[in-house]
Structures are given as structure tokens and as C-alpha cells.
């Protein structure tokens, strides 16, 4: 279980890291008009 927190912790940072890049181009406030449209 040592062994694998630190790479957890580094595998949990990293997704959050991308997370926060998708999310900032799905309902950020300068998209340029990118988005998903649900009703397509």
C-alpha cells in the first residue's frame, strides 16, 4: 500500500488537472462558442 499512494496521488492530481481543462472548455466563459449541444 506505500508503494502506491504516491502514484495515486500523482494519478489523482493529474486527472483533476484535465478534468479542470474540459470542464473550462465546456462552460467557460471565453469557449468561442464550443459546447455541447444536448438537443442535436
Known amino acids: 500500500m506505500l508503494k502506491a499512494k504516491p ?3 500523482s494519478r489523482i492530481r493529474t486527472l483533476k488537472r484535465d478534468w479542470a481543462i474540459v470542464y473550462d472548455m465546456l ?3 471565453d469557449n468561442s ?3 455541447w449541444d444536448q438537443y442535436r
Open 33 to 35: 462558442g464550443f459546447g
Open 27 to 29: 462552460s467557460g466563459k
Open 7 to 9: 502514484n495515486l496521488e
